[in-house]
C-alpha cells in the first residue's frame, strides 16, 4: 500500500470507493465525479485529499483533511481540521486507515492545526472503533452522531 495526494485523475476511483461503502452499508450519498471533486479533491477549505492505492496502483481508500471555517456543516470550532475517511470493504483490516492517517496528520501539523475533528454516525461501529484507534477521544454526541477530537 502506498499513499499519494489525490488529484483530479483519482476522482472516479474515489467514487467508486464511495459506491463500495454503500453498497456494503446500506448509506447512501452522493459518489459522482462533480461531488468528489468538489467535496474532496477541489474544495477552497481543504489542506490535503490523500489516496491510498495498492500494488497494482488502485485507489482502495482517501481521507480528507479540510480547515474549519465559521458556518461548517459539523458545528466544528474555527480553526480546527475537519478528517473524513473513505476506505474501501475489500481494503478493510489491511492498514490503510493507518497509512491515511499517517499523511493526515502530518499535513495538518505542516498546517498548523492543533485539533482535528471525526464527525461520525452513531450506527457507524468501524468508523467509531478506527478513530479511537487512531487516539480521537469523544467530545461531544449530538443525536445520532459521535464528535471525536484528536489533539496534535
Known sequence: ????AASAY???AMGRVLREIIEHTGRQRPND???????YIADPVSIRCTVATDGSGNVVGFQSLKKAVPGNPYDTPEG????????SPRA???GVGKLLFLATREAALQAGLEKIDA?????NPSGLKYYDAMGFQTYRTPQGIVQKVCEL
Do not use: C, L, P
Open 80 to 87: 480546527w481540521g475537519i478528517i473524513g475517511t473513505h476506505i
Open 33 to 39: 465525479v462533480e461531488f468528489v471533486m468538489g467535496r
Open 1 to 4: 500500500m502506498e499513499t499519494r
Open 10 to 12: 483519482d476522482a472516479e
Open 119 to 123: 464527525y461520525i454516525g452513531a450506527d
Open 92 to 94: 478493510h483490516r489491511q
